[in-house]
């Protein structure tokens, strides 16, 4: 969904000279390339994971599992994505820095304990890539977002 979400609101936006989205080939700034290219592959990481636990052959996730990677979600990543679009729209991004870094190390941690606890012994090959492919490809896009703000 943040994918979808951020390309969503690159069309509302479209016309704010924040963005420097231009009216010519490559129209985006190439941070906002690799944003999409990195976007679909931990899109296509976390619908394949999904996809893989509805299958009543493979293991079910536990009620602890499933709040913990809520809470990553829900305190972490849903918040990160409102400060990050609010700071690369604001005139002074840095206003955010701090908050965005305070989310960041809360995000980190939330999925280390994801990883370490739930997935490092359990996983087999293709989860941990499906996982792989999320955490990646999130964290490459997120870098690319940051640069863009931030540089």
């Known amino acids: 969904m943040p994918?979808?979400?951020f390309?969503?609101?690159?069309?509302?936006?479209?016309?704010?000279?924040?963005?420097?989205?231009?009216?010519?080939f490559p129209f985006l700034p190439w941070q906002f390339w690799v944003?999409?290219?990195?976007?679909?592959?931990?899109?296509?990481?976390?619908?394949?994971d999904w996809k893989y636990h509805r299958n009543p052959l493979q293991l079910k996730l536990s009620k602890k599992e499933r709040d913990a990677e809520a809470a990553a979600l829900g305190l972490g990543g849903l918040p990160m994505f409102v400060l990050m679009w609010l700071a690369m729209m604001h005139a002074k991004p840095t206003q955010f820095l701090i908050p965005i870094l305070v989310v960041l190390i809360y995000t980190i941690v939330a999925i280390c304990y994801d990883e370490?606890?739930?997935?490092?012994?359990?996983?087999g090959k293709l989860e941990t890539i499906y996982h792989r492919m999320l955490v990646l490809g999130n964290g490459i896009a997120w870098l690319s977002w940051f640069h863009f703000i931030f540089c």
């Open 35 to 48: 944003i999409g290219i990195f976007g679909v592959i931990a899109t296509a990481g976390g619908v394949l």
């Open 3 to 5: 994918a979808v979400l």
């Open 116 to 123: 370490f606890v739930f997935h490092r012994k359990r996983c």
């Open 7 to 24: 390309a969503l609101l690159l069309i509302v936006f479209r016309n704010d000279s924040i963005l420097h989205i231009q009216g010519a």
